[in-house]
């Protein structure tokens, strides 16, 4: 289940888009590329000026760091919002804002 998880994880920090393609998920072991790399910010758009990519780097580990502690806590958002260290208004409306609830 962890793996899946990671795999999930990866998948929309590597996406660039609305949509988890195939090619996000690496699910065949055996078909590394050459040039790939562990480090997450080798995959990071890097177009536009630093807000533009400031933003879209915040709000993925956002979306990443919310889906994670609703994951540990069975998806109690009081749990999630004490563990966050967010009001529990503040994470309804990042839940909105990522899409996420």
């Given at each position: 289940?962890?793996?899946?998880?990671?795999?999930?994880?990866?998948?929309?920090?590597?996406?660039?888009?609305?949509?988890?393609?195939?090619?996000?998920?690496?699910?065949?072991?055996?078909a590394?590329?050459?040039?790939?790399?562990?480090?997450?910010?080798?995959?990071?758009?890097?177009?536009g000026?630093?807000?533009?990519?400031?933003?879209?780097?915040?709000?993925?580990?956002?979306?990443l760091k919310?889906?994670?502690?609703?994951?540990?806590?069975?998806?109690?958002?009081?749990?999630?919002?004490?563990?966050?260290?967010?009001?529990?208004?503040?994470?309804?409306?990042?839940?909105?804002?990522?899409?996420?609830?």
């Amino acid at each position: 289940m962890r793996e899946l998880q990671n795999c999930i994880e990866r998948a929309v920090i590597l996406c660039d888009g609305e949509q988890i393609l195939t090619h996000h998920l690496n699910l065949t072991a055996h078909a590394i590329p050459a040039e790939r790399s562990d480090r997450p910010w080798d995959h990071v758009d890097l177009t536009g000026t630093l807000a533009d990519v400031v933003g879209r780097v915040q709000t993925e580990v956002e979306r990443l760091k919310i889906t994670r502690v609703l994951g540990d806590v069975g998806g109690d958002r009081g749990q999630a919002a004490d563990q966050l260290k967010v009001g529990y208004g503040a994470l309804l409306a990042k839940l909105k804002e990522h899409g996420l609830g």
